[in-house]
């Protein structure tokens, strides 16, 4: 059947049209060529960091990492560095990460825990509410400086579905109306219940926005990740667009690219996809074509033997990655046994430098025949019991950042890439339909530019 981009491909054409699953409608966002400025010029991150930065909803961390009072964690945007902290009264709270007295930044490390916050420069002490709670010999200040009990500067902070959002604008909207996902749509993944097994920041000689856009669509799978041809249908994704410059695709799994020639063979990639579902692939006799659904079956049996409530996915959730995007700087690919939370966020000074951060959650199970499956690509050995909580790995720009292959093929990739979008020879991305959710980004990015956000 010919493509025609107001349909695009549907994963599961029966899917009840008030489902997830379903394909939603069309949004036009025309077809004009955007500048290439946005991706190297100094202005355009200055006015980013002026109105979209510091305006939108940004996701500071996950609520599994600060469970108990007393459990906080840092998050750096830019120039800015964030503190969220659950407070004594059992509640999430964000501040800067900066101390009133004379500036320094309160919290130097990535997540701990603490009864209260105590400045490394001269002692200040605050309470996990943000209050301030002793002046060093304060018997020495001229009453009139410290009258007004100088305490944390807070900033928004709200939660959905296990996820910790702040804003840096008082006066923004509250974040319900800012998720352009439909109800229950994070929910059912049960983010909440997940927590931290890995996390790795690696810094890229890129624009964040060149991160984002290669990460947004399947269509440079054949060239740059090969290795997925066998396992990854790259061609047949759905691709939704959602309010807001929200966007997800679903990428069928444990099935074949449509550019593989050999559709019949059931090879290696989909035997091991099936081990990693718990089958044994030596007694699968079945065609390559139904590898997929075969592998759905056996995962909703090991989930009712293993105790894992599967019941709120559809077939298609038990094998494929929902990869979702949420505006400006996220994509979490969503699986039923766990998540990659990644975010794409700006360096404070470069516009052509972005730090990829990218937190692999994990949905534990006490039955002990349960394991991590080996594409979430944990290092051996790695504790998924959800006791510590794994420090944060980080690399240097120019450094391997020791993701994974294909992950590591991005980061290759991309630094080039930046390289050809700044020449005088570039005159902005044509982008085809398969690439859909990167204009529907870049059209939101553009109203905040514009101010109409
Ligand atoms: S800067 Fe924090 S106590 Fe002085
Ligand atoms: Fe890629």
New binding site residues.
């Given amino acids: 059947m010919a493509y025609k981009f107001s349909e695009g491909w549907s994963v599961n054409t029966s899917a009840p049209s008030d489902s997830l699953e379903a394909k939603v409608a069309y949004i036009d966002n025309g077809t004009e060529r955007l500048g290439p400025e946005r991706y190297y010029a100094r202005e355009w991150m200055e006015r980013e960091w002026e109105r979209l930065w510091t305006r939108t909803w940004l996701i500071a961390g996950v609520v599994s990492d600060v469970a108990e009072p007393g459990d906080y964690l840092t998050f750096d945007v830019g120039r800015e560095s964030f503190i969220v902290t659950r407070t004594d009264d059992d509640e999430i709270k964000a501040f800067y990460n900066v101390?009133?007295?004379?500036?320094?930044w309160?919290v130097h490390n990535d997540f701990g825990s603490l009864p209260r916050f105590t400045?490394?420069?001269?002692?200040?002490q605050f309470g996990l509410d943000g209050k301030l709670q002793h002046?060093?010999d304060e018997d020495t200040f001229r009453p009139e400086v410290i009258a007004h009990r100088p305490c944390l500067r807070a900033v928004r902070c709200e939660t959905r579905a296990g996820i910790i959002f702040i804003n840096m604008d008082d006066d923004a909207g509250p974040l319900d109306e800012f998720i352009g996902l439909p109800p229950g749509y994070l929910e059912q993944y049960h983010l909440d219940q997940m927590h931290v097994v890995r996390h790795q920041i690696s810094e890229w000689a890129a624009n964040w926005k060149t991160g984002v856009d290669a990460f947004y669509e399947t269509y440079h799978l054949h060239a740059v990740h090969p290795q997925t041809q066998t396992v990854m249908n790259d061609m047949n994704v759905q691709c939704d667009l959602y309010p807001n410059g929200f966007s997800r695709m679903i990428v069928p799994l444990a099935a074949k690219s449509g550019r593989v020639s050999d559709q019949e063979g059931v090879d290696e990639g989909l035997a091991y996809m099936m081990q990693e579902a718990g089958m044994d692939p030596n007694e699968y006799h079945g065609s390559a074509a139904e590898v997929r659904t075969t592998i759905q079956k056996a995962k909703r049996e090991r989930g009712k033997r293993c105790g894992i409530d599967y019941s709120e996915l559809v077939d298609g959730q038990l094998t494929d990655s929902w990869a979702t995007g949420i505006f400006p700087n996220v994509q979490i690919g969503l699986h039923a046994e766990g998540a990659f939370l990644m975010r794409f966020l700006p360096h404070p000074t470069d516009p052509e430098r972005f730090y990829y951060n990218t937190m692999t959650l994990w949905r534990p199970c006490d039955d002990p025949s349960y394991n991590v499956p080996g594409w979430m690509g944990l290092p051996e050995g790695t504790d998924v019991s959800g006791e510590a909580r794994p420090d944060i790995e980080r690399t240097a720009v120019h450094e391997p950042p020791n993701l994974g292959e294909v992950l590591d093929q991005d980061s290759e990739l991309l630094p080039v890439v930046q390289k050809g979008v700044r020449s005088k020879a570039f005159e902005g991305p044509l982008w085809g339909e398969q690439e859909q959710r990167l204009r529907h980004f870049h059209t939101e990015l553009d109203r905040y530019l514009a101010r109409e956000k």
């Fill in positions: 101390c009133p007295h004379r500036g320094n309160l400045c490394s420069f001269h002692s200040w002046i060093t």
